[in-house]
């Protein structure tokens, strides 16, 4: 059987990213919704179609998981100050402090998986991860 490297390595990414995302402070939030606050909270105010685009949803799924975050308090609405047509959403300080806790318990959770293995494996992840770094930035 051939080597399957791509295969192995796209699944073991998988399956790591599946349980980073797991870890959560508040598990109510669906991926969307957690992800929309991530992209607030990193990149400031945005107007419902540029989260749209984004997210790589369409405007009216994009409004849903906006109301659904706005019914939580964990974000708020408000007039662009350049046009007062659009409205700006921004993340709260609610919304801030979940992805903050969101971030400690995962970091958390992968530094003790890391500490799981053996100093060889670790320094085989070390030696590693110049590529998957090109990869990942590719």
């Not at 059987?1 to 073991?12: C, G, S, V």
């Not at 399956?15 to 959560?24: E, L």
């Not at 685009?53 to 998981?65: D, F, I, L």
């Not at 100050?81 to 992968?110: C, M, N, Q, S, Y």
Request: aromatic letters at 2%.
């Amino acid at each position: 059987m051939p080597d399957r490297l791509d295969d192995e390595l796209r699944i073991a990414l998988m399956r790591i990213a599946r349980r980073i995302r797991q870890q959560r402070h508040d598990d109510t939030l669906s991926d969307s919704q957690l992800s929309v606050l991530y992209v607030l909270t990193n990149h400031g105010a945005s107007t419902l179609a540029a989260l749209a685009e984004h997210e790589h949803v369409t405007p009216p799924s994009m409004n849903r998981t906006v109301n659904c975050l706005d019914e939580e308090g964990l974000i708020a609405r408000s007039s662009s100050p350049d046009d007062g047509r659009k409205v700006l959403i921004e993340a709260t300080d609610a919304g801030i402090d979940l992805v903050a806790k969101t971030r400690e318990r995962r970091a958390a959770w992968f530094l003790a998986e890391l500490s799981t293995l053996e100093p060889d494996e670790q320094a085989a992840l070390r030696a590693a991860m110049p590529v998957l770094l090109k990869l990942a930035n590719s």
